[in-house]
């Protein structure tokens, strides 16, 4: 089986960085996933991290350590549009992703 | 806009009914998976459909129970509905399954609520 766990809430200034950590455990890992959930919309994909280390993407970059079964995603420049949740998800042996409960993200003036 | 339609988008049930949710998945794309999102979790994998077959299934009971057409829509059936299955319900489409980085297109979901 698999088990993901990400901090339930974080709150963040605008203009400032802001890491949401996630951590999982799975038998067999074919990447890891992060989605972007605005209230009452779709989650919308961020990244995919299959290797170890850092995937940059304008203000959003997303890390992995396979070993340590550690992701974390770190948002720059925070903008008040960036209050949201942020889905972690796990691809394991079936290539079917498992996510975790989410972090709600609130950025205040 | 992901491409992938849902309807409804809103339903109100009674505990016992039966409920079918409907998904047009994103053109190319031939795989469907759903998802029940409660209040404040993350998504939980219901089952996927590959070419109209089942490709995998989650922790759901055998009430929930799905569909793949030929033109690659999906319906959801939940028979008996309970309490506890007041949801979003999301559908996912993607290209092909069993790819690495093969990332889920989701639509907007049905918001289903049973009194």
């Known amino acids: 089986g698999q088990n993901i766990d990400q901090p339930t809430e974080m709150t963040a200034t605008e203009g400032a960085i802001v890491q949401i950590n996630c951590t999982y455990q799975?038998?067999?890992?074919?990447?890891l996933f992060w989605y972007q959930q605005h209230a009452g919309e779709a989650p919308t994909f961020l990244s995919y991290?299959?290797?170890?280390g850092l995937e940059e993407k304008g203000r959003f970059s997303s890390f992995l350590s396979r070993s340590k079964g550690y992701s974390y995603l770190l948002l720059k420049e925070l903008q008040m549009k960036d209050s949201a949740s942020y889905l972690c998800?796990?691809?394991?042996?079936?290539?079917?992703?498992?996510f975790g409960r989410g972090t709600s993200l609130i950025v205040h003036p | 806009e992901t491409g992938v339609t849902q309807s409804p988008t809103h339903l109100i049930k009674t505990r016992g009914q039966q409920v079918t949710l409907r998904c047009s998945s994103q053109?190319?794309?031939?795989?469907v998976s759903w998802y029940q999102q409660a209040l404040g979790q993350g998504p939980q994998f219901i089952f996927q459909?590959?070419?109209?077959?089942?490709?995998g299934r989650g922790n759901f009971p055998p009430r929930f129970s799905g569909l793949q057409f030929p033109n690659y829509s999906s319906e959801l059936n939940v028979n008996a509905l309970e309490l506890d299955d007041s949801a979003l319900y999301l559908c996912?489409?993607?290209?092909?399954?069993?790819?690495?980085?093969?990332?889920?297109?989701f639509g907007s979901g049905t918001q289903l609520s049973v009194l």
């Open positions: 053109s190319g794309h031939n795989t």
């Open positions: 996912a489409s993607s290209l092909i399954p069993g790819q690495e980085n093969e990332k889920l297109f």
């Open positions: 459909y590959y070419r109209e077959e089942e490709n």
């Open positions: 991290n299959v290797l170890d």
């Open positions: 799975t038998s067999g890992f074919n990447g």
């Open positions: 998800a796990v691809s394991g042996g079936s290539y079917i992703p498992t």
